[in-house]
């Protein structure tokens, strides 16, 4: 069975890799995930609200790491940059596979300097997560996309490693805006960043924070919009999100994805169920007489199918008429 992708410009020995979160980000832990088999691992973010306006101690323009004063380090900042690069350099240091680093925000901002100095702490990528929620009435969609757009062409301009681009699924036009952040430089492309909505406590009517993880049930819109995307647009395609299987994995290859990241499983069972991923993606394959990614990659691409109306509205309707009333659940009717 041949295994092997390639990703950001990356051969990988398979799909299937450890997506941002801080079980990247230890160093124990990683090679635990290293060991179970992970081609490659994205840590987690460093957030534009912790950076935008925080100062460096280095003239504007020089392409030195920044370097924190130490007065504010102290002032109760949660998350240290130079802790971050630090981390990127061990890591890159006792593993032998790549490490993508992360960065999230929604403005083209001095805040993206710091990806020059993951660039130089050793990251083999970045991966850029754009979490943006437009709530001035003047903003318009052209507005956000521009902005997306921006930033990549920014640090298309200062890097000399890969971008890969954690998007939403909240994009009114999302082909085409690939199409543009492909031009603009982005390697890859990342279906979805999840949103964490607040909760509303009752009686006191006050929003709250909520944290979960991802469930099998949010794999579907994934899977959609990369076999939309499959070889029609240049960067290469991940899908994050919804995961649980080595079954989902055959599945976001099929429909065009170059890998496939993880999370949920892996803090629910251990880095060690890697393996098992991987195990259970060769059987998916073998189960579908297929002997290769390369093989399987695209077959559910929205060019490749014959029933294309399943990926656009004619499924809509088409659930909807034959769906008999005592089989439709609430959420099945929205």
């Known amino acids: ?18 997506g941002a979160s801080p079980l990247c980000d230890d160093v124990d832990t990683a090679r635990q995930l290293e060991d179970a088999g992970a081609p490659l691992i994205v840590m987690s973010s460093l957030f534009e609200e912790e950076l935008a306006n925080m100062p460096l101690s280095r003239p504007a323009g020089s392409i030195a790491p ?62 850029l997560n754009v979490y943006k929620v437009a709530t001035e009435l003047g903003e318009t969609s052209d507005d956000v996309e521009r902005d997306m757009v921006g930033m990549v062409d920014t640090l298309r301009n200062k890097l000399a490693i890969p971008i890969a681009v954690k998007l939403s699924p909240f994009i009114t036009a999302l082909p085409n805006l690939a199409t543009h952040l492909g031009e603009a430089g982005a390697e890859a492309l990342v279906m979805f960043n999840r949103f964490y909505q607040p909760h509303i406590d009752w009686p ?33 395609l991940a899908v994050s999100g919804g995961v649980t ?30 393996t098992t991923l ?4 060769v059987r998916a394959l073998e189960a579908a007489d297929v002997h290769s990614v390369q093989g399987l990659r695209g077959r559910l691409a929205l060019g490749q199918v014959p029933q294309r109306e399943a990926y656009v509205r004619a499924n809509y309707y088409r659930v909807l008429r034959s769906g008999k009333a005592g089989n439709l659940s609430a959420s099945g009717t929205d």
């Open 66 to 127: 920044p370097v924190i004063p130490a007065d504010y380090r102290k002032a109760g900042v949660r998350v240290d940059p130079e802790d971050y690069f630090d981390r990127v350099y061990r890591l890159k240091h006792v593993l032998g596979i790549p490490v993508v680093a992360s960065l999230n925000g929604t403005t083209p901002g001095g805040w993206l300097r710091y990806a020059l100095a993951m660039e130089q702490a050793g990251a083999d990528a970045i991966e």
């Open 1 to 18: 069975m041949e295994l092997h992708t390639r990703y950001l410009g990356l051969d990988l020995e398979h799909p299937i890799i450890p």
């Open 245 to 274: 299987s080595g079954q989902d994995v055959a599945r976001a290859v099929a429909c065009g994805a170059h890998a496939v990241q993880v999370v949920t499983p892996l803090y629910l069972h251990g880095p060690d169920y890697l």
């Open 204 to 236: 006191g009517m006050t929003p709250s924070r909520t944290l979960r993880l991802s469930e099998g049930n949010e794999l579907n819109l994934r899977l959609r919009w990369a076999a939309i995307l499959a070889e029609r647009v240049r960067p290469n």
């Open 278 to 281: 991987v195990e259970q993606f």
